[in-house]
Nanobody, 114 residues
Framework: VQLQASGGGLVQPGGSLRLSCAAS????????IVWYRQIPGKQRELIAA???????NYADSVKGRFTFSRDNAKDTVSLQMNSLKPEDTAVYYC?????????WGQGTQVTVSS
């Protein structure tokens, strides 16, 4: 399984970006799909997680601003990020788990700066 993240870039504070994560297989086969982000020198932060059992949950830091969505027909999940702040600057990763196996995308840089 391969995950391909895309959509990162430079945006001004208050702006929006939409990240996508395309899977090489059916996303409906995954137990859960998660978006993480990591700032250099800091721990990786889970920001949005989606599973059939638990639905979608968000970190407090992004709740109300970020929205997770999935397109099963395209085997793609997305993260709509609105009202971006400088502290959202990080490398964003998608990850998917099936049983004990966890797959990672390559990360996409998001920079929020004026």
């Amino acid at each position: 399984v391969q995950l391909q993240a895309s959509g990162g870039g430079l945006v001004q504070p208050g702006g929006s970006l939409r990240l996508s994560c395309a899977a090489s297989g059916s996303i409906s086969s995954f137990d859960n799909i998660v978006w993480y982000r990591q700032i250099p020198g800091k721990q990786r932060e889970l920001i949005a997680a989606s599973s059939i059992e638990s639905g979608t949950n968000y970190a407090d830091s992004v709740k109300g601003r970020f929205t997770f969505s999935r397109d099963n027909a395209k085997d793609t999940v997305s993260l709509q990020m609105n009202s971006l702040k400088p502290e959202d600057t990080a490398v964003y990763y998608c990850s998917a788990q099936r049983g004990r196996l966890k797959y990672w995308g390559q990360g996409t840089q998001v920079t929020v700066s004026s």
